[in-house]
């Protein structure tokens, strides 16, 4: 394993010089060694220089969990340009702002996957000319599929093997490496900067695992737990990871049997897909020891241990601070009642909402300071000014409290931001949205629990005089527009909202016409 502190480039350079002939990654059938991943990435660098991708430019990166992610992730940071991942779940009104916000130069998608075509979106973003800076649209399909308007990833390479390019810049270490978007708690979806030394936290995550390890990805690429937790400690210890474009329990059983692979990672939700479907067998996932499963409670044990798993890590973290901060990885009553204590150099605080530390034992807002804390949100300085206070602390929006040991027990949001199918949806996010419904002359939404998605939105509405809508009317107002994990799941439509003196909604009234309903 290299020495920290480094920039991302080094962390597969030294891979593919120690192993280039070690399986990388597994995908569709596949096997990519660190050395032919490395080529690749060298050859895709080397394209994008052709293209007049220069260090600190911003590239968006919009695609599915595929080999062409992996690549153009090392590839944009090997030049000192900053990756922008995009989520797949997302549609044009958020693809749209994420790129003119983050001013991109480039997209590097892909033609469809799983019935949905990411260049008919594309198309509807163009057409807008919202985004003046984007230059070049980059898609992982053949020539022939694709219009002039769109660079084929072959072109792209073809063009590195006709260009004369200039040396690979040194990037430094405090340079910005990744924009990742989150929903916040007010307005829409803010840019997360992360720095190279901000995301050295994968050696603490590297530390749990051996160059024999074999990893199932069972986590969406474009969030900061597959694209640098999984991908960026894998290849630290020269481990594999196996890749599948969209999860399916039933292939994925097939993959961990064939490759023996020792680790899992991937959210409750789809551990519980595994372990259900008709051709598990616990003797088909013998090799499997250890997971990366979040979130992680007592009622997930039965589950866990159907998997054979000796231990199973989770913790706490965000997109702002580049994934856990604090570690636990027992699988008994006690141990998975809390998130664990944290990682070296991390330091949490429960504190009340004027900002004074508690004691211990006491409920209160989770504060973090750490190396990996983001820099701050792009273009946001008063979103960064509320976030990062008191010398670098991260105000999570998050409750929780410190035991005696340590330990801490995360409780519930905060603030007006629900976690569904394990991402983060901020209700006046969705609020803003459906306020362009004709019939909604107002709208409040909160997030309420839901068994099998962690948490579901509850929109109550105001309606124009005469006009009605139900949940069907508002999902399919949503549909093809905005992530579908973003759609409310509940519709109460109301005559009136109940508020604060300063005319602010009450928020916790509407939770309990909600539970008093349901």
């Not at 270490?173 to 929903?183: D, E, P």
């Amino acid at each position: 394993m290299i020495n920290r502190p480094t920039t991302i480039d080094p962390i597969l350079a030294s891979a593919a010089k120690r192993w280039p002939e070690r399986p990388f990654i597994h995908f569709e059938g596949q096997s990519y060694s660190y050395g032919a991943v490395m080529a690749d990435v060298d050859r895709m660098a080397r394209g994008l220089i052709a293209l007049e991708v220069r260090s600190g430019n911003r590239v968006a990166l919009w695609m599915s969990n595929r080999i062409e992610w992996i690549i153009a992730q090392f590839a944009v940071t090997r030049l000192g340009a900053v990756l922008v991942p995009l989520n797949t779940r997302l549609r044009s009104v958020d693809i749209s702002h994420m790129l003119r916000d983050s001013g991109s130069v480039a997209l590097i998608t892909q033609h469809s996957a799983d019935g949905f075509n990411y260049i008919d979106v594309v198309r509807e973003v163009l057409k807008e000319g919202g985004c003046p800076s984007l230059k070049r649209v980059i898609v992982a399909a053949p020539k022939d599929a694709l219009e002039s308007t769109f660079l084929s990833w072959a072109a792209l390479g073809e063009m590195a093997d006709h260009a004369n390019t200039n040396p690979v810049p040194e990037t430094d270490i405090n340079a910005m490496a990744y924009i990742l978007y989150t929903s916040g708690t007010t307005g829409l979806p803010k840019g997360v900067m992360l720095s190279h030394h901000n995301l050295n936290n994968c050696f603490n995550l590297a530390a749990q695992m051996s160059d024999g390890d074999v990893f199932f990805l069972a986590y969406p690429l474009f969030a900061i737990t597959g694209c640098h937790n999984t991908i960026l400690a894998t290849a630290l210890v020269g481990g594999t990871v196996v890749l599948q474009e969209r999860f399916d329990p039933d292939e994925a059983v097939t993959l961990i049997e064939e490759y023996r692979c020792t680790w899992i990672g991937g959210h409750i939700t789809a551990i519980e897909q595994l372990v259900s479907c008709s051709t598990f067998a616990p003797e088909r996932v013998a090799n499997l020891q250890c997971g990366r499963i979040f979130p992680r409670r007592p009622q997930h044990l039965p589950l866990l241990r159907k998997l054979g798993l000796n231990s199973a890590m989770s913790g706490f973290g965000l997109t702002e601070s580049s994934g856990p901060l604090v570690n636990n990885s027992g699988l008994d009553e006690e141990t998975v009642s809390t998130e664990g204590r944290p990682w070296p150099g991390n330091e949490i605080q429960i504190r009340d909402p004027e900002g004074a530390v508690l004691p211990t034992g006491e409920d209160g807002i989770i504060f973090a300071k750490s190396p990996q804390i983001m820099l701050g949100y792009f273009n946001n300085p008063e979103a960064t000014t509320r976030t990062l206070v008191d010398g670098g602390w991260l105000r999570t929006g998050d409750m929780g409290r410190l035991d005696a040991d340590g330990n801490l027990t995360f409780i519930s949001r905060y603030d007006d931001v629900y976690k569904c199918m394990g991402f983060n949806v901020a209700g006046d996010e969705v609020e803003a949205f459906l306020i362009d419904h004709p019939n909604i002359t107002e709208v409040a939404v909160i997030g309420v629990p839901d068994d099998r998605k962690g948490a579901v939105g509850a929109a109550f509405l105001i309606l124009e005089p005469g006009a009605v809508v139900s949940l069907e009317d508002v999902v399919e107002f949503c549909k093809g527009r905005i992530a579908s994990y973003k759609t409310p799941g509940h519709v109460i439509c109301v005559s009136v909202f109940p508020r604060t003196a300063m005319g602010k909604v009450r928020k916790r009234e509407l939770r309990e016409m909600h539970f008093a309903e349901a």
